[in-house]
């Protein structure tokens, strides 16, 4: 062959090959999490390259030390993934505006967003812009040890007044050390504000201007229900609570032994107290109590994940092909499996429970199906949950139980300084 030709034809070939290198798309994509979930991960994004030879995904993973401050220095510096696996309470920190990731609804149709409940794409939109869309969804509901119950002698709670007398009953029917809940300061926060919220209708922070909205009678109302529950042994006191030590709730003895008899737990936190009950013992899901005439739950349920799409991304339609392919392809459902929890979306859930991989019967299925069910009109802020206001309100929970105060004093402490943080952190 003549030199010339030859040259030619290898300089084209190269040039072919450099061309179809190029064309290929390249997206980042960032989770936290344990090796299972990054095993599964990564197996989904090798089922999505081969349906999508097009374009390639650089895993970026690590556990969940460290990776708030890592995504958000690379969304400071405009270098965040294209997609990512993100907390719904991130929005305020990211987004406020709901500027700080891709709005999905640009690719509604490419992300089916027609599987998810329309509830919970509320919760994750931003002044009409889709920030993420929600994995799965994780409830606060009630779980109940059933021996001990039928020991104290009484039904499971279907309204609160039947919450406030079981407490009693424990202690003369089980013993002076024996409740019929244990919960913490976040739980104590949320279950209250479910009573406040069916018997007022109005929530605890304002939708409109991310402040407290309980007037001083109304918050002084919701610490008296804390201190009428503590008096009427529903669950221990914050000063008998400390001296079990610090530590895990479910590594902690009264709850091994059953004196703890019950939690208002997220459903998909069950398993891990149901492993550590004494085996002659089992966990089943309560009723959730209702006030008369109440329409809406006060339920606090939320996203236990979302992914969300940068908003720097180069590539959103590759991006949107992704997310879609984990949430809705049964490929890339199958690979996932429940490494994030009980799939949100219609397909999600229907692909693993024709499986076999959902089961039905489990506590956080029941969990899940329940939290479903119930009626939510007012769904909870970002804010809600915050920490900093939950550490205020734990300090004021310890302060009646030390009589350091009173209802009224930490009503008045909390309005004052909850508000502070709030300004704070809503800007």
Same mark, same amino acid.
């Given at each position: 062959?003549?030199?010339?030709?030859?040259?030619?034809?290898?300089?084209?070939?190269? @040039?072919? !090959?450099?061309?179809?290198?190029?064309?290929?798309?390249?997206?980042?994509?960032?989770?936290?999490?344990?090796?299972?979930?990054?095993?599964?991960?990564?197996?989904?994004?090798?089922?999505?390259?081969?349906?999508?030879?097009?374009?390639?995904?650089?895993?970026?993973?690590?556990?969940?030390?460290?990776?708030?401050?890592?995504?958000?220095?690379?969304?400071?510096?405009?270098? +965040?993934?294209?997609?990512?696996?993100?907390?719904?309470?991130?929005?305020?920190?990211?987004?406020? $505006?709901?500027?700080?990731?891709?709005?999905?609804?640009?690719?509604?149709?490419?992300?089916?967003?027609?599987?998810?409940?329309?509830?919970?794409? %509320?919760?994750?939109?931003?002044?009409?812009?889709?920030? #993420?869309?929600?994995?799965?969804?994780?409830?606060?509901?009630?779980?109940?040890?059933?021996?001990?119950?039928?020991?104290?002698?009484?039904?499971?709670?279907? !309204?609160?007044?039947?919450?406030?007398?079981?407490?009693?009953?424990?202690?003369?029917?089980?013993?002076?050390?024996?409740?019929?809940?244990?919960? +913490?300061?976040?739980?104590?926060?949320?279950?209250?504000?479910?009573?406040?919220?069916?018997?007022?209708?109005?929530?605890?922070?304002?939708?409109?201007?991310?402040?407290? $909205?309980? !007037?001083?009678?109304?918050? !002084?109302?919701?610490?008296?229900?804390?201190?009428?529950?503590? @008096?009427?042994?529903?669950?221990?006191?914050?000063?008998?609570? @400390?001296?079990?030590?610090?530590?895990?709730?479910?590594?902690?003895?009264?709850?091994?032994?059953?004196?703890?008899?019950?939690?208002?737990?997220?459903?998909?936190?069950?398993?891990?107290?149901?492993?550590?009950?004494?085996?002659?013992?089992?966990?089943?899901?309560?009723?959730?109590?209702?006030?008369?005439?109440?329409?809406?739950?006060?339920?606090?349920?939320?996203?236990?994940?979302?992914?969300?799409? #940068?908003?720097?991304?180069?590539?959103?339609?590759?991006?949107?092909?992704?997310?879609?392919?984990?949430?809705? $392809?049964? %490929? #890339?459902?199958?690979?996932?499996?429940?490494?994030?929890?009980?799939?949100?979306?219609?397909?999600?859930?229907?692909?693993?429970? +024709?499986?076999?991989?959902?089961?039905?019967?489990?506590?956080?299925?029941?969990?899940?199906?329940?939290?479903?069910?119930?009626?939510?009109?007012?769904?909870?802020?970002?804010?809600?949950?915050?920490?900093?206001?939950? +550490?205020?309100?734990?300090?004021?929970?310890?302060?009646?139980?030390?009589?350091?105060?009173?209802?009224?004093?930490?009503?008045?402490?909390?309005?004052?300084?909850?508000?502070?943080?709030?300004?704070?952190?809503?800007?």
């Amino acid at each position: 062959m003549n030199k010339k030709v030859l040259t030619t034809f290898i300089s084209a070939a190269i @040039a072919a !090959t450099s061309a179809s290198a190029f064309a290929d798309t390249e997206l980042r994509m960032s989770w936290w999490g344990g090796n299972s979930r990054h095993q599964a991960t990564l197996k989904a994004i090798e089922k999505f390259q081969e349906k999508y030879p097009d374009i390639k995904v650089k895993a970026e993973y690590t556990g969940w030390d460290g990776h708030l401050s890592r995504l958000t220095t690379q969304v400071a510096g405009n270098t +965040e993934p294209d997609v990512m696996q993100t907390n719904w309470n991130w929005l305020p920190i990211f987004s406020r $505006d709901g500027n700080g990731f891709y709005d999905m609804s640009k690719q509604a149709n490419a992300l089916h967003i027609d599987n998810f409940p329309k509830n919970a794409i %509320d919760m994750t939109t931003v002044d009409s812009k889709i920030n #993420g869309l929600p994995v799965s969804m994780t409830s606060r509901v009630f779980y109940y040890n059933k021996q001990q119950w039928d020991k104290a002698g009484v039904d499971y709670p279907k !309204t609160w007044d039947d919450l406030m007398a079981a407490g009693k009953a424990f202690e003369k029917n089980v013993g002076p050390d024996a409740y019929p809940l244990v919960i +913490e300061a976040r739980d104590v926060f949320a279950m209250n504000r479910s009573y406040m919220l069916q018997t007022t209708g109005k929530d605890i922070i304002s939708h409109k201007t991310n402040l407290l $909205d309980y !007037t001083q009678k109304e918050m !002084t109302a919701f610490f008296q229900l804390y201190a009428d529950q503590v @008096a009427n042994h529903v669950f221990p006191s914050t000063k008998e609570f @400390a001296s079990y030590g610090k530590g895990n709730l479910y590594e902690m003895r009264p709850w091994i032994d059953g004196r703890f008899a019950g939690l208002y737990m997220w459903d998909t936190a069950i398993a891990k107290y149901t492993a550590n009950l004494d085996p002659s013992m089992n966990l089943e899901l309560g009723p959730y109590p209702m006030a008369p005439g109440a329409t809406d739950s006060g339920l606090l349920a939320r996203p236990s994940m979302m992914f969300s799409i #940068g908003r720097n991304t180069e590539h959103p339609e590759e991006a949107a092909k992704l997310v879609n392919f984990l949430l809705n $392809d049964p %490929d #890339g459902i199958h690979a996932l499996g429940l490494a994030r929890g009980i799939p949100l979306s219609k397909e999600g859930l229907s692909v693993l429970k +024709e499986s076999g991989e959902v089961d039905p019967s489990s506590l956080s299925f029941q969990g899940y199906e329940q939290a479903q069910a119930l009626p939510k009109v007012i769904t909870p802020t970002t804010y809600t949950d915050n920490a900093q206001l939950m +550490e205020l309100f734990s300090e004021n929970m310890q302060k009646i139980d030390y009589g350091q105060t009173d209802a009224e004093g930490a009503a008045k402490d909390f309005i004052r300084r909850g508000n502070r943080i709030l300004k704070r952190i809503a800007g």
